[in-house]
């Protein structure tokens, strides 16, 4: 059973669309982080929230914890296709670093 | 500041040899941290070093292991290898354990 499941698994869209994709977990996390990994490359780390109900905004990516601090969600308005990639969520329980499955999006020009 | 260096970035080998990587961390970082990533799995924890010491270690055969050297640098060994161990290992340092990680690009590792 994998700690963290993501929704969608995968995901693509046209140019200028908005999507929302999502963290779900059991477990309460004093953390969590998305990371974006594009083709050939190692995940890059996004933003990491650490306040139930937060909210940070990266340019147009928006990322929000849950009250419980259980789940999370990223939102994009007007996908680009540079936004195409891996997005991973992950958590760190004591010494290990658990990741979500991942939802690979890709945004058609 | 360099990033986190893996090398190589792509290794074909055969079945039953045994393959070293390599990772060389971002200066000044103590926790270097390895990854398996394969389509099915998903990014899967292999083991992570702290001060040359391993503080945990991932749910993975004993045909997994690695080491970290004085100067951060670190080395993950596959012995006796099988064609499910074809994926790309990902390396990431931290500043210390609970920072974010930082990854390299990744070794391609096909077992034929």
């Known amino acids: 059973t994998q700690l963290l499941e993501q929704s969608p698994q995968f995901l693509s869209i046209q140019e200028g669309e908005n999507l929302t994709v999502y963290c779900n977990s059991s477990?309460?996390?004093?953390?969590l982080q998305w990371y974006r990994q594009e083709p050939g490359e190692g995940p890059v780390l996004l933003v990491t929230v650490v306040t139930g109900g937060e909210v940070k905004k990266l340019k147009r990516l928006t990322f929000q914890f849950g009250d419980a601090r259980k789940d999370s969600s990223l939102h994009i308005t007007a996908a680009q296709p540079g936004d195409t990639g891996l997005y991973l969520c992950?958590?760190?329980?004591?010494?290990?670093?658990?990741f979500g499955t991942g939802t690979s999006l890709t945004v058609i020009p | 500041k360099a990033g986190v260096t893996q090398t190589p970035r792509y290794l074909i080998k055969t079945r039953g040899q045994q393959v070293t990587l390599s990772c060389s961390p971002i200066?000044?970082?103590?926790?270097v941290s390895w990854y398996q990533q394969t389509p099915g799995q998903g990014l899967q924890f292999l083991f992570e070093y702290f001060s040359e010491t391993q503080r945990n270690k991932g749910n993975f055969p004993g045909r997994f292991s690695g080491r970290q050297f004085s100067n951060s640098r670190s080395e993950m060994n596959v012995s006796t290898l099988e064609l499910g161990d074809s994926a790309l290992y990902l390396c990431a340092s931290s500043l210390i354990g609970d920072s974010p990680l930082h990854f390299g690009n990744g070794t391609r590792l096909t077992v034929t």
């Open positions: 992950g958590v760190r329980v004591g010494n290990q670093f658990y």
């Open positions: 477990s309460v996390f004093s953390s």
């Open positions: 200066s000044g970082h103590r926790s």
